[in-house]
Antibody, heavy 117, light 110 residues
């Protein structure tokens, strides 16, 4: 059974940092592109970032470029999102998702990040 | 990258068909064969409904279908049922090699 268990969310002050993790199981993690998608409270889905299977190809949404870093550890079957210089507008539930030919076919449970003083 | 445009809400009676539009530009929707569609129940993670290839994952009813014309993609739900109440999102790859989601549509069954 495919599972992606997320951790690392919480409350952080503006300008602070936080690292999200997404532990995958039930599939060959090292063979798949992975994404982060976020959803502000009461708002729609917003694509954040993606990474290819070996970590050599990465892209970001303009809103997070230069502040967020996506990475993965294939030995630990884990996806990460390092978030720095956080802003109030980064407050959202963050989801990790698996990519199969462009489709986000499995999603983590989501983790809430709240940026507030 | 601006979000793809979807109607905020669409409603219909049980048994009716409804269509949700997803309008983008030649830099996203217009550049690729199809978009993918996701269904989200409030408080839960989204689920894939229609793949970029137009296919339905296992377990998704054949009442759901996707199509595209120019810069606009569409999701049609036929034989509307009470259980179809949810939020629906389209998603497209872009020429910048990023992804963009639609603004989301709340479906209400009257």
């Amino acid at each position: 059974e495919v599972q992606m268990v997320q951790s690392g969310g919480g409350l952080v002050q503006p300008g602070g940092s936080l690292r999200l993790s997404c532990a995958a199981s039930g599939f060959t993690f090292s063979a798949y592109w992975m994404h982060w998608v976020r959803q502000a409270p009461g708002k729609g889905l917003v694509w954040v970032s993606r990474i290819n299977p070996d970590g050599s190809s990465i892209s970001y949404a303009d809103s997070v470029k230069g502040r967020f870093t996506i990475s993965r550890d294939n030995a630990k079957n884990t996806l990460y999102l390092q978030m720095s210089n956080l802003r109030v507008e980064d407050t959202a539930v963050y989801f990790c998702t698996r990519d199969t030919f462009g489709d986000k076919d499995f999603w983590g449970q989501g983790t809430l990040v709240t940026v507030s003083s | 990258q601006s979000a793809l445009t979807q109607p905020a809400s669409v409603s219909g009676s049980p048994g009716q068909s409804i269509t949700i539009s997803c309008t983008g530009t030649s830099s996203d929707v217009g550049s690729y064969n199809l978009v993918s569609w996701y269904r989200q129940v409030p408080g839960k993670a989204p689920k894939l409904l229609i793949s970029e290839g137009g296919k339905r994952p296992s377990g998704v009813s054949n009442r759901f279908s996707g199509s595209k014309s120019g810069n606009t993609a569409s999701l049609t739900i036929s034989g509307l049922q009470a259980e179809d109440e949810a939020d629906y999102y389209c998603c497209s790859f872009t020429i910048s090699r990023t992804y963009v989601f639609g603004t989301g549509t709340k479906v209400t069954v009257l």
